[in-house]
C-alpha cells in the first residue's frame, strides 16, 4: 500500500497565488521528510526538508509545514511563479534509509 | 555537486531481451536505489544497496535484479523484458543518512 499519500494529483494556481500541497503517513519509524520538485526530462531535486521534531521550515518561498501528531505535512509555495510549474513529491525516509514518494502533483501555475 | 549518472536516457528493447541499466555516482555515497515512476503511482522503489555487493527487495523487485560490484556503480538488470516494464526508471545516491539525489533518469520502452 501507499506509505505516503500525497493530494491533489494536479493543481492549478495563478501567478502571485499561494500552491499548497498535502502528505499524510502512518509510519511513526519515519525520521526526515523532504520534498522533490521535477521538471519534464529530469530527475527529481531535493527542495527542502524537514525533521519531525520541527513543526515548519521556511527557504525563500517555499514552507513545509509539520503537524506529527497528525502525521501530516504540507508544501506551501507562497507567489508562485510560472518557473514553479513541475511535479512535486513529498517523502519520508524510513531508519534504514529507505525513501518512501508520494504520488506527485504536477503544479502549474498561469501568467 | 553530486553526480548521478545513467548510462543511457532513452532505451529501446524488445520483450524477452535482457536489458541492463547502468548507474555511476562520483559522492562516495554508500546508498544506491533504483525506483520506477508511472504517472499515477510516483515513485517505487525496486531494490536498494548498503554497500558493496549487498542489495535489499524494495516494493516491487519481481523481474528485476541489480549488482553492486564497486561502490560508485549499481546496475539494474531486467531478466527477461516484458512490456510492462515499460517505464522511467531513476538512480539514486545518498550517504548513510543524507537525502537521495537522483539521475537524469531513463526512459525505458519494451515493444
Known amino acids: 500500500q501507499q506509505q505516503v499519500k500525497q493530494s491533489p494529483q494536479s493543481l492549478i494556481v495563478q501567478k502571485g497565488g499561494i500552491s499548497i500541497i498535502n502528505c499524510a503517513y502512518e509510519?511513526?519509524?519515519?525520521?526526515?521528510f523532504p520534498w522533490y520538485q521535477q521538471f519534464p526530462g529530469k530527475g527529481p531535486a531535493l527542495l527542502i526538508a524537514?525533521?519531525?521534531?520541527?513543526s515548519e521550515k521556511k527557504e525563500g518561498r517555499f514552507t513545509i509545514s509539520f503537524n506529527k501528531s497528525a502525521k501530516q505535512f504540507s508544501l506551501h509555495i507562497m507567489d508562485s511563479q510560472p518557473g514553479d510549474s513541475a511535479t512535486y513529491f513529498c517523502?519520508?525516509?524510513?531508519?534504514?534509509?529507505?525513501?518512501?514518494f508520494g504520488t506527485g502533483t504536477s503544479l502549474t501555475v498561469i501568467p | 555537486d553530486v553526480k548521478v549518472t545513467q548510462s543511457s536516457r532513452y532505451l529501446v528493447k524488445r520483450t524477452g531481451e535482457k536489458v541492463f541499466l547502468e548507474c555511476v555516482q562520483d559522492?562516495?555515497?554508500?546508498?544506491m536505489f533504483w525506483y520506477r515512476q508511472d504517472p499515477g503511482l510516483g515513485l517505487r522503489l525496486i531494490y536498494f544497496?548498503?554497500?558493496?555487493?549487498?542489495?535489499e527487495k524494495g516494493d516491487i523487485p519481481e523481474g528485476y535484479s541489480v549488482s553492486r560490484e564497486k561502490k560508485e556503480r549499481f546496475s539494474l538488470i531486467l531478466e527477461s523484458a516484458s512490456t510492462n516494464q515499460t517505464s522511467m526508471y531513476l538512480c539514486?545516491?545518498?550517504?548513510?543518512?543524507?537525502?537521495?539525489?537522483f539521475g537524469q533518469g531513463t526512459r525505458l520502452t519494451v515493444v
Open positions: 539514486a545516491s545518498s550517504l548513510a543518512r543524507g537525502e537521495a539525489f
Open positions: 509510519n511513526t519509524a519515519f525520521d526526515y
Open positions: 524537514i525533521r519531525p521534531d520541527v
Open positions: 517523502a519520508a525516509r524510513y531508519t534504514g534509509n529507505q525513501f518512501y
Open positions: 559522492m562516495d555515497h554508500e546508498n
Open positions: 544497496s548498503y554497500d558493496v555487493k549487498m542489495k
